[in-house]
């Protein structure tokens, strides 16, 4: 299965592919075109590999904090929460190679309340500053139990584009798609006291699947 915000990158992919494929074959009579096709095959094959989108089952429990993102840990700190939470938080952010899946999903069930996008920098993903230079956009859900989570869409060095398909005021449904992030990016979790984190620094995450905290 494959992303469907991924299209057009892998209609491109194909079409320049055929296109290649069909000038080299109509003009080159040489040995030098066998290296051209692997080229372009392989090139072709990692746009189709990275717009991948495989099923995922979210574990049972209402208040498990899931993982919106495939990637690693890089970062568990405390911090002040001044946009959303408006409080003392713990911040998880999770670093997507170009190798991870690209999709995004909803980390808790809830109301979306918060929802603003920001264009900045192309810092490294990894880079503790790309949380608040980097293009991003940040969402705000409160849970039913009151509960509020604050996540960021980040791009990175190699990341250009965001996507979401959620809106302020929507219900979300933990573990659903919402959106992806192309080409290597950054995940920002931020929580409250309340909620007991799960994973350490290191650890692998797949979105919706992944237990991240719990909300006590």
Do not use: C
Not at 33 to 39: E, K, Q, S, T, V
Not at 41 to 70: K, Q, T
Not at 115 to 132: F, I, Q, R
Request: without cysteine; glycine residues 8%.
């Amino acid at each position: 299965m494959f992303a469907k915000d991924g299209y057009p990158s892998m209609a491109l992919a194909t079409t320049v592919m055929v296109i290649v494929f069909y000038l080299t074959y109509t003009f080159i009579e040489h040995w030098i075109a066998y290296p051209i096709y692997g080229i372009f095959f392989v090139m072709w094959a990692i746009v189709i590999y990275f717009f991948r989108d495989p099923e995922r089952i979210p574990p049972e429990g209402e208040n498990l904090l899931i993982s919106p993102a495939d990637g690693k840990v890089v970062l568990i700190k405390k911090v002040e929460e001044e946009v959303y939470l408006k409080s003392a938080a713990t911040q998880v952010s999770i670093f997507l190679s170009p190798l991870d899946v690209h999709v995004n999903r909803n980390p808790i069930s809830g109301l979306l309340e918060y929802l603003k996008y920001h264009p900045g920098k192309y810092l490294m993903a990894w880079d503790e500053n790309a949380s608040t230079l980097n293009e991003r956009a940040d969402f705000g859900v409160k849970h039913p139990s009151g509960t509020k989570i604050f996540f960021k869409q980040i791009t990175g060095f190699l990341a250009r584009r965001i996507v979401y398909h959620i809106k302020e005021g929507d219900q979300l449904k933990a573990g659903e798609r919402f959106g992806m992030m192309k080409f290597g990016s950054r995940m920002d979790i931020i929580v409250p006291e309340n909620v007991e984190i799960k994973v350490k620094k290191g650890d692998r995450t797949w979105a919706g699947q992944s237990v991240l905290g719990v909300i006590n």
